[in-house]
Structure formats: structure tokens, C-alpha cells
């Protein structure tokens, strides 16, 4: 069965440093892997997709995400945080043959001034 | 044009109660999905309509039910509310035709729903 992993529940960065959210994936092929991110009593919202095309795989709002087979990690960066950017994110899987999404269990990035 | 919309924001029921949320799909959407999130939690996919019909169901027991009228609008019901069903729930409407998902699922806001 597929699933992700995110290795950090809590995430805090100071504005303007780097941020690095941990994603670990299982998967028995190529999978379809997303990052979304959640504000407070907003929808969803759709970062970044990875398809077999490109491992680097570039986002919305200067986020991206690169997918190493090797490490089955699909981790989520930005060079530089915006304090915008505190929310929780959702690394997600999606099945082959589905059209259901499974997430992992969320990182609640802060960041401070 | 509307994205998502459910109804309502939140709710308060009791245990044994039962409860209608309902979904309006972003204009052009024919496919609604519904997802349940605990509190500090991911979202789980709960099942998912199309032409007024349930295609996908997770690992959600029957008390969890649904509906898709003519107009792709959705409903979810939950019979005999248990403490453990309170949780944010999530609608997501796509357009059938396009191949994959997840880049062309919209999400509303959800409805807040506590057992007590």
C-alpha cells in the first residue's frame, strides 16, 4: 500500500532562512506525490505535483520539491521564508488507478520575525 | 466564479444524533470527494460521487453515507454520532474528464462539526 511520512510534526524558522519540511514515501512504483498547504480556515491548496518529468519540481510561492527514487523522500523547500508562509503543510500520495489522495499527518511550519 | 462552498461552517450535535453536511462543487465540477480530518491530523478520503453515484469509498463504516443530486451538488450523512466523529470535513470537486487528480482538486473550507 502507498503512504508518506512526514518526519517533523513542528517546523520554526526565523523570516528569511530556509525551510525544509521531511517527506518519506512507500510506494511499490513511480507514485504521484503533492505538498499542499492548509491556512487557518482556508481550503486546501495545491503547492506542487510531481510527475515522472522532471525531479525538481517547482511550486507556487518560490516553494519546491525534489523527488529522489533513491531515498523515496519527496522534501519540500523554500530559500527563504516569508512570514505568509506559517501553515501546515501536507505532503499526499495518490494511488495509482485512484482518485483518492492519502496525506501524511501534517508539519505545522512557524516562522518568526 | 464560487470555488467550494459547504454548508454549514460549524455544527454541534450529540451523540446518537444524525447529520447532513452539504457541498456546492466549483463551477464546471461533476465529481465531489469527501474527506474527514481529526483534530491534528491529515485528512482521510471518506468516498467520492459521480454521476449521482458513490465510485470510491475508504475505510469509513456504513454510518457514513451520501448523495449527488442533477446538479453535482453533495450531501454526506453520518448516522448515530459517535464522540469520535467530530473532526473537520472537507469537500473536494473535480472535473471527471481530466486524467489524474489531486492538481485538479479544489477543497472548501469545510464544516466543523463537534459530538458532544
Known amino acids: 500500500a502507498q503512504s508518506v511520512t512526514q518526519l517533523d510534526s513542528h517546523v520554526s524558522v526565523s523570516e528569511g532562512t530556509p525551510v525544509l519540511l521531511r517527506c518519506n514515501y512507500s510506494?511499490?512504483?513511480?507514485?504521484?506525490l503533492f505538498w499542499y498547504v492548509q491556512h487557518p480556515n482556508k481550503g486546501l491548496q495545491l503547492l506542487l505535483k510531481?510527475?515522472?518529468?522532471?525531479?525538481l519540481v517547482k511550486g507556487i510561492n518560490g516553494f519546491e520539491a525534489e523527488f529522489k527514487k533513491s531515498e523515496t523522500s519527496f522534501h519540500l523547500t523554500k530559500p527563504s521564508a516569508h512570514m505568509s508562509d506559517a501553515a501546515e503543510y501536507f505532503c499526499?500520495?495518490?494511488?495509482?488507478?485512484?482518485?483518492?489522495?492519502?496525506f501524511g499527518t501534517g508539519t505545522r511550519l512557524q516562522v518568526f520575525p | 466564479d464560487a470555488g467550494v462552498t459547504q454548508s454549514p461552517t460549524h455544527l454541534i450535535k450529540t451523540r446518537g444524533q444524525q447529520v447532513t453536511l452539504r457541498c456546492s462543487p466549483k463551477?464546471?465540477?461533476?465529481?465531489v470527494s469527501w474527506y474527514q480530518q481529526a483534530l491534528g491530523q491529515g485528512p482521510q478520503f471518506i468516498f467520492q460521487?459521480?454521476?449521482?453515484?458513490?465510485?470510491q469509498r475508504g475505510n469509513f463504516p456504513d454510518r457514513f453515507s451520501g448523495h449527488q443530486f442533477p446538479n453535482y451538488s453533495s450531501e454526506l450523512n453520518v448516522n448515530a454520532l459517535l464522540l469520535g466523529d467530530s473532526a473537520l470535513y472537507l469537500c473536494?470537486?473535480?472535473?471527471?474528464?481530466?486524467?489524474?487528480?489531486?492538481?485538479?482538486?479544489?477543497f472548501g473550507s469545510g464544516t466543523q462539526l463537534s459530538v458532544l
Open positions: 460521487y459521480y454521476e449521482e453515484e458513490e465510485r
Open positions: 510531481y510527475t515522472s518529468a522532471a525531479t
Open positions: 473536494a470537486s473535480s472535473l471527471n474528464w481530466i486524467a489524474g487528480v489531486g492538481e485538479k482538486l479544489f
Open positions: 510506494s511499490s512504483y513511480s507514485p504521484s
Open positions: 463551477s464546471g465540477h461533476d465529481t
Open positions: 499526499v500520495v495518490n494511488p495509482a488507478n485512484t482518485d483518492k489522495l492519502i
